[in-house]
């Protein structure tokens, strides 16, 4: 049980904390709204029955009713709006639910057949291909393999479309999308100290500059940068030194300021964010996994060509080109795996050497030579022996 | 108590370049095919820019189409496939094509439409002397179509795990003519991680508790042992018992006159002059005497 509380405590972080933070979100987003819509017509409301008990001024029917109707409205839209709201975190706590049950089912103590801890498993590797696709930028993959995996509850593909959107139209130079994610993500950014509105805002008066319009350039400083933390000063100071260079000047750090790559940072920017954000790690867990699996299986016999072992996936590029700079999983005891048929050689199926060196398990020896009328071929060498020849070996 | 900290497992420089996480995506491309999700497949060949083999993915598609309708227990397309072969299959001792010929005329026979039988067993004539006791068994059953194979003492023939167990030979053969390994590369190597990641973090997070360097490299070892267990076993590995070091091509195994395997650098160690005497047991021998052994 507590192997296996381990396997979810390392692995399944993510699986829980995203929902959750969407859900809070949304539920601070909800209340802001709910809030906003309530002291609206309670202004609404106030104005009336002041001017009702207004006992200087008349009011017409007609005044009265348009009125009525405005509060009537007001009420509406606060109703319309808490039901989505409502919704939409229903929505999430299914999710959260979702996932905790997916858990707990693979966590149920003594109440799993291996077939549905296998079937648990391969589901775990989806997920984890699912989320290695998201962030590589593999929308359509992902897409297409939670739906065919089932797993669509099970990932997060709506948090990274959103992410997507945002990264399409910065490599695309517009920084709308860009700035209304950060409006929305206002608080959690500032918790973070994120530099991303800034830098965005930056670029936008750069690119102002780069099609001339300094007064517009200096108006939109004024407007945006003022306000910026003292410690960019620096920052600001460099940009604004921009307004006294034309866009294709050699100057080296004005001429790096005014380079497009500073769109593709700004794209990466972005998704750091995004990811810390939702408590997302920067490597995904299939690579971190992956690596660990490659380093546990990694033995010096892969690299040595005629040692290798095509069932082996370190033995066989391009697995065996990544894992070159990994560990290697050390072992103090020792293993055997007889060659002629696959199984462990130990006391119930002990070692044997032949005459040439090689060695195999009884069991497979005494079942060449029953077969054969006492001779043994060797596997590898093709040499034959009687089956007196083969010798014990003693492995302590 | 519910903190994210698997970043201090991975390294940098293994799955940093476009090439690298482009092999990786090779990799994910061919589990995708062995488990039959072909669009999903083509999907990540368009939007990772990969390039695979045609033959290889031809090999995959055909494979698993021929397995599905093993599955659905038409045996059709398996036996053209294990005709075409049989010269290889014969001298891998494989009787698949028997089995696969002994299910199609048991699935003839319970329909109950026994002149199809009859005309289906003329293709097990063909082992008749090799397997004959096998066949002998099938003939039989044509004594009990009337009351039914489940009732006869040949009902074990019915069992549903025949079907899967022939499905997995077909796999197993197929893939060994073909030079595929058997198991998607990419779940093996996955299992396995699961498997030592939680025991990594917790030793990470001891490591840097007790301010240990916590870089892992390629000149180091991983600091735990792992055993994945013998499914995911390829290779003997074989540690010197005396010096529990593991033994490689510079430091084979070696083997004693009186049977006791420990490794080169450890009887150069034991050596004095040229004689040599087992830590084991009480056997004397030459220096020269001991041989290399291959696992």
């Known amino acids: ?396 | 108590n519910f903190t994210c900290d698997i970043h201090g497992c991975s390294q940098e420089g293994v799955l940093d370049t476009a090439e690298q996480v482009r092999k990786l995506n090779e990799v994910a491309c061919e589990h995708f095919l062995r488990q039959g999700r072909l669009d999903v497949a083509r999907l990540l060949v368009e939007e990772g820019g990969l390039v695979i083999e045609q033959s290889q993915y031809n090999q995959f598609v055909q494979l698993n189409s021929i397995l599905e309708a093993c599955r659905a227990r038409n045996l059709g397309p398996a036996l053209k496939w294990v005709t075409e072969h049989r010269r290889d299959l014969e001298a891998r001792n494989s009787q698949l094509e028997f089995k696969l010929h002994r299910l199609q005329f048991l699935s003839l026979l319970q329909t109950g439409d026994l002149q199809a039988a009859l005309e289906y067993s003329k293709n097990l004539a063909l082992y008749s002397t090799t397997l004959k006791k096998e066949v002998q068994q099938l003939m039989g059953c044509f004594l009990y179509t009337s009351k039914g194979l489940g009732q006869s003492p040949y009902a074990d023939l019915l069992d549903p795990v025949l079907l899967g167990e022939a499905c997995d030979e077909f796999m197993r053969e197929a893939c060994a003519l073909l030079g595929l390994a058997l198991n998607s590369h990419l779940a093996a190597c996955l299992s396995v991680g699961c498997q030592a990641l939680p025991s990594l973090l917790q030793i990470k997070a001891v490591m840097q508790q007790r301010q240990c360097p916590v870089v892992w490299s390629s000149t180091n070892e991983l600091p735990i042992e792992i055993d994945p267990g013998l499914e995911y076993q390829y290779h003997s590995v074989f540690a010197c018992p005396i010096l529990r070091h593991q033994c490689t091509l510079d430091n084979p195994p070696m083997r004693l006159t009186c049977g006791h395997v420990i490794s080169k650098e450890a009887i150069e160690r034991l050596v004095t002059g040229t004689r040599l005497k087992c830590p084991y047991c009480p056997v004397e021998m030459n220096s020269s005497e001991p041989r290399q052994i291959h696992f």
Not at chain 1, 177 to 192: A, G, I, Q, V
Not at chain 1, 344 to 358: A, F, I, Q, S, T
Request: hydrophobic share 35%; proline share 4%; with cysteine.
């Open chain 1, 1 to 396: 049980f507590f192997g296996i509380m381990a396997d979810v405590k390392a692995l399944e972080h993510a699986t829980l904390k995203v929902p959750y933070e969407l859900l809070n979100k949304k539920f601070r987003s909800t209340q802001k709204t709910i809030d906003r819509e309530t002291s609206s017509i309670v202004a609404v409301t106030n104005d009336f029955s002041a001017r009702i008990s207004d006992s200087g001024s008349k009011m017409t029917v007609g005044e009265a009713n348009t009125m009525l109707d405005n509060v009537v409205q007001r009420l509406q839209s606060l109703k319309r709006k808490a039901d989505d709201g409502l919704e939409q975190e229903l929505q999430l706590v299914d999710t959260c639910k979702s996932r905790l049950e997916h858990l707990g089912d693979y966590v149920k103590e003594g109440r799993l057949t291996v077939s549905s801890v296998q079937s648990w498993k391969r589901k775990r590797m989806d997920r984890m291909l699912v989320d290695h696709c998201l962030r590589s930028g593999f929308y359509d993959t992902a897409v297409q393999l939670a739906k065919d995996a089932d797993i669509e509850q099970l990932v997060d593909i709506e948090v990274f479309m959103v992410s997507r959107r945002v990264e399409d139209s910065l490599a695309s130079k517009d920084t709308i999308p860009c700035l209304s994610w950060c409006y929305e993500n206002k608080s959690k950014l500032r918790k973070l100290k994120s530099t991303l509105e800034f830098n965005v805002r930056v670029q936008d008066f750069i690119e102002l500059i780069k099609v001339g319009k300094r007064m517009d350039a200096v108006r939109y400083a004024r407007k945006h940068l003022s306000s910026a933390d003292s410690s960019l000063l620096g920052e600001v100071q460099s940009a604004m030194c921009l307004l006294a260079f034309s866009p294709d000047t050699e100057c080296p750090p004005y001429k790096k300021l005014f380079d497009p790559v500073r769109w593709d940072d700004l794209v990466r920017q972005f998704r750091q964010d995004n990811f810390a954000l939702h408590q997302l790690n920067g490597q995904s867990l299939l690579s971190v996994t992956l690596q660990a699996g490659l380093s546990a299986l990694k033995t010096s016999q892969c690299y040595q060509e005629e040692q290798q072992n095509i069932d082996c996936p370190v033995c066989v590029k391009p697995l065996n080109h990544l894992a070159r700079p990994l560990p290697f999983a050390p072992f103090t005891q020792s293993r055997l795996i007889c060659h002629a048929s696959n199984t462990r050689m130990n006391e119930h199926n002990p070692p044997m050497v032949l005459p040439n060196g090689y060695v195999y398990g009884r069991d497979a020896l005494f079942a060449m030579a029953a077969s054969s009328n006492g001779v043994i071929t060797c596997p590898r060498t093709k040499e034959r022996f009687q089956r007196k020849d083969a010798e014990k070996v003693y492995i302590m």
